[in-house]
């Protein structure tokens, strides 16, 4: 027999679980014969936006993302170097609204009635909110060569607060480059 307490638990981790599953690595890839631990120094090379970004916050994002960045390349060892990098980290993000829908049911929506019943039922959805996505492409490419070393694909739900941003994208960029290597020093 469940009693509240046990309902209570269940739903908290359910909770817990899907909000640690914010993030989907899509893709990760090191070119063949790479050795990037053998890396020292990063700088950055470009942005790309696209998508429904708000235009006046570009510059703050790019900031805060440039800094996430570091921080997880920094405590791997790497050091920003801002004349003769080894590498360069480029950085593309498309973002995108999704509706969220639940669907709608004869319990849940049920019909009025006036008169003369009418038993005809439409099953559409029902819009319960928006949340933003978005898919980001980190790309690591050699400084002296121009060619791609290694490169992850992510996608994941936006933070919808503006006091959540750094939270989250220091938790993304941690999964991001979770199993990038360190720098041999």
Not at 97 to 115: L, M, N, S
């Amino acid at each position: 027999m469940f009693t509240m307490k046990k309902i209570f638990s269940f739903f908290i981790l359910i909770a817990f679980a899907s909000s640690c599953a914010s993030v989907k690595i899509i893709k990760e890839e090191t070119a063949p014969g790479a050795d990037i631990s053998a890396y020292k120094t990063y700088n950055y090379y470009s942005f790309h936006a696209a998508g429904d970004t708000t235009p006046r916050k570009t510059d703050q994002r790019i900031t805060q993302i440039r800094k996430a960045i570091s921080n997880e390349l920094n405590q791997k060892g790497y050091v920003f170097s801002a004349n003769n990098p080894d590498f360069l980290v480029n950085v593309s993000i498309k973002v995108k609204q999704d509706i969220q829908t639940r669907e709608k049911t004869p319990i849940t929506d049920p019909q009025v009635h006036v008169g003369q019943p009418n038993y005809t039922y439409n099953p559409n959805d029902v819009v319960v909110g928006y949340y933003k996505t978005g898919m980001m492409q980190v790309d690591i490419v050699d400084a002296k060569e121009k060619t791609l070393v290694w490169q992850n694909i992510s996608d994941g739900v936006l933070a919808d607060k503006e006091s959540d941003i750094d939270k989250r994208l220091q938790e993304r960029f941690k999964k991001v480059f979770e199993h990038y290597p360190a720098s041999k020093k």
